[in-house]
C-alpha cells in the first residue's frame, strides 16, 4: 500500500512528464484541475497565477501542468487531494499513472540504529522498507560497497584496531527506483575500567558505566556539561535526573546547559538502562553562585578578588542575544520553503557562542513588534545584539522593510517593520555591537511611494548590515529533491559563523564563497555595510557588569525558555499517561501523550488532545499522530530522538498569539473487555500545572482522526517575487559544489557522498553526546551511491 500523504513534490520526474501529457490539453485538463482544487480555498489560483501557467507553453520545455503542480506543492498539496481531484474530473489515465506511482514508491520503515560498543563485539544493523515487490539491498561503509551485503540485517564485526567511526548506509531498490536509509555510526570504544582490563563483553555483562558525571561550582552565565558514558548490548539509553526527579528532554549521554541559573543547582544522577538491564550512575553536586568576575573564570569561595587579565586587546560582551525571524506561510503573497531550517540552523550555531537565542516563525504584523519589544528588553550596556530575518521584504530609498505574514497584496510601509526603526531602538539600549542580518528582496516596492523618515541615527561606530543580495535585486532559496535546504545566504554563512574573525571579515568570507556560486552570479551578491571601529567578533567572551543585571535576565530568560516538566496523569479508571513537551522554536511546541499503565481489564486505551486554544489556529492534522513524522514537519529528527515510542503527537504553532496560560484537554478514550463501546474521561489541564477539573465517563466511538498530513512542497522561488532560477546544492549541510536542476536528469546522475569532513562544522552524535567530525570522502565509484545531502544522526 503506497503512502498516499507524501507531498506531491515527492512525485517522480517520469511521473510528473506522464501527467503533463494527459494534462497539457483543452478539455479535462490543466484548467479543469485548477478548478477542481480550487474548491478548497488554500488550493485555490489567482488569475495571474493561471495565467503564469498558460503562458509555459510559450517556453520550449515548458508546460502549464508541471507549473499547476508546483503552485498546489508550494500550497501543500498531498497526493490524497491531488488522486481525488483527478477522480473527480473522471481522468481515469491520469489516476491510474498517479496510483501507480503512489504504489510504487519506496519508503524505509526501519532504519538503522547508531552505536556506541566495545571492540571485538559483533554489531547489527537493520533496514526495512516497504514498496513494489521484488525490493533488493545493498549496504555501504562509507560510499564503498560492502561485498555480499545484500539483506535487510548487516552484521559488523568491530574487531578492527579503534580509530575514526564507521559510518553505514543501505540503498533500496527495485529497477531504477530507489531509497537509501539515514546514515548510522559505529564507533568503537575501549572501556578503561578495572573491569574491561579482566576481558569486560558487552554480550556477558550487559551493561557497564565507562565514565561517571563529575561535580562541579560553576558561576551564573557559565555553560553547565555533565557526561555519562557506558557500553552495552542492547546499546544503552540515558534519563538524567536532578534531585531525583526526571530532567525532561535529557535522553542523551551530555548534560548540556548552555546558560546556568541559581534554578539548576542541585543533585544530579543518571539512569542508564537497555531492554534488559538498569544501571544508575554517582549522584553528583552541581553548585551554583553569583558571578563575580569576567565570563569564564569559576567561582570560588573567598572574598571575589579578579582573575588575572586576559590579552589587553581582548574585547568583551556584557551578554549575547539574538532574534531570528522566519515568515514562510503569507497570506496574500507566495510561500517560502527556506525560512524554517535557516532560522533552525542558525539558531544551533548561535547557541554554540553563547547567545541567548529567540527563534520564530510566521509573525503577524503586531507579533513581529511584540517580539522585537521583547528582543529589545534583553538588550542593554554591551550587549551584542543581533537580528536575523528571512521572508519577503523590501527597499525604498536605502530603508528596509520585513514584510510580515498578514500584509496585504499591495503593502505599504504601514504594513511591515522598519529595520532603520529597529536600530534606532538598540542605539538607545547602548548595546556593544549591533548586527543586522537581512535575507530578503530588496526590490523596490511599486505600491510604496513614502520616503520613510527614519531621523538621523547615533554615531557608535558599532553596526553592521549583512543583506544577502544587492540593492534592487532579489535573494534565492536553492531547492534539492526529496529535501529542505537552506537559502543560498544561510547555505555559506553557516561555513563561517563560529569562526574567530571579526564580523566584517567573517562577512567578507561569506561573500567571496557565495561569488563561486555559478547559479546565482549576476543576480545575487551579498552586500556589507558597516561603521564597526573595533575588532569585535561573534565569539567574543561575556563579561557581565553586574551581578543584579545578569541575574535579572537570566531569570527572563528561563521563564521564557524552559519547556514545560513531563508530568503523569492519572485517570478514575486506573489507566495512567504520560503528558510531555518538546519544542521546535521558540513559538512552536511539540506535546505528546503516551499511555503508562493500565488495568487489567481494560483493552484499549488511547489518550488524545482536545480543547485546544482557538487563536492556536490548530491544524487537525497535525494533532494525535501515531509518528512524529506524520506531523509534516522536516525538523522531526531534531526533537523526535528525546520522545519515547508508542505516542501520540501534536504540533502546535503560532504559541505567540496566547495572552494567557496554555490550556488544552486529556480526552482519555478505552474499552473494557467484552464490552463493545468505548468510555471516555477527560482531564483539564495546562503546561505549567498539573491537570485539575472535571472528569466524566460517558460512552463514545472510536474513530480516529482525519488521515493525511501536510506534505513539504518542493518548488522553490525568491524571497519578495514570483519567480526563481532553479538551484540545487549537492549538500544542504555544508555545500562544496553545486549543480544545475535538470528536469530531464535521472535522479540518480548526481553522483553523492556519505557525511562530509568539512571544518570547522562538527555534528552532534546521537549516541556519544559530543560533536564528531565527519568521515572524509573517498573516490567516487559507480551511482547510485550513498547520498551527499543525507545528514548522519
Known sequence: MGDWSLPIGSLGEEVVAQLCELLDTASRGWRKLAEVAGAEKRFKCSEEELEMCSLKVLEPLGSPTQCLLQLLAERECTLRYLQGCLHRMGHTQACQVLSSAVHDVIRITVQPESQVVAEGTRVSLTCWASGPPGLTYQWFCGRQEVPGATAPELMVDTAAPLGLPQWYICRVSCGAAFAFSRWARIQVERSHSPESASGYCPSMAGLQILQQPRPCRLAEGDPLVLECRALGNPPPQYQWFR???????????????????????????????????????????????????????????GDGDSPEPGSPDQLYATDKVA????????????????????VHALSALLRQLDFKVVSLLDLRRDEMQMAVDEFLLLLDKGVYGLLYYAGHGYENFGTSFMVPIDAPGSYTSAHCLCVQHVLQRMQQRRTGLNIFLLDMCRKRNLNDDVIPQVGALEVTANIVFGYATC????????????????????????????????????????AEDMGTLELTRGRQALELRSNLSERRALTDPIRSLGQAETSARNLQWAKAHVLPESRHLRFDCGVTVQLGFAAEFSNIMIIYTRILAAPGDVTECVAKLTDLPEELDVDLKCTNRESPEELGSPLVPTWSVTCPSCCLYSRLCGLQRLRQELTFTVCLQYRYRHVADFVEERRATSSSSRGTGTRS???????????????RPQCHRSRGCSSAPCLAPTDPICPNTFHVWNPEAPTCAIAPAPPQQCQPHTIPSAMAGHPTTRPPIPAPIGTPLPPLGLSPP
Open 243 to 301: 534531585n531525583r526527579r526526571p530532567v525532561e528532554g535529557a535522553r542523551a549521554p551530555q548534560l548540556q546547559v548552555q546558560l546556568v541559573t541559581t534554578a539548576e543547582r542541585g543533585t544530579y544522577s543518571c539512569r542508564v538502562f537497555n531492554l534488559f538491564h538498569e544501571l544508575w550512575s554517582q549522584e553528583v553536586d552541581v553548585e551554583i553562585g553569583p558571578r563575580l568576575f569576567a565570563s569564564g573564570a569559576p567561582w570560588q569561595d
Open 323 to 342: 532574534l531570528l525571524v522566519g515568515n514562510m506561510h503569507y497570506v496574500h503573497h507566495k510561500h517560502l520553503r527556506a525560512p524554517m531550517v535557516d
Open 471 to 510: 540593492a534592487d535585486a532579489e535573494a534565492y532559496e536553492l531547492s534539492q529533491q526529496g529535501e529542505l535546504s537552506n537559502g543560498v545566504f544561510v547555505t555559506f554563512l553557516k561555513r563561517w559563523l563560529l569562526e574567530d574573525e571579526k564580523i566584517t571579515v567573517l562577512l567578507d568570507k561569506v
Open 697 to 711: 465517563r460517558v460512552p463514545t466511538g472510536s474513530a480516529r482522526s482525519p488521515d493525511g498530513v501536510i506534505g
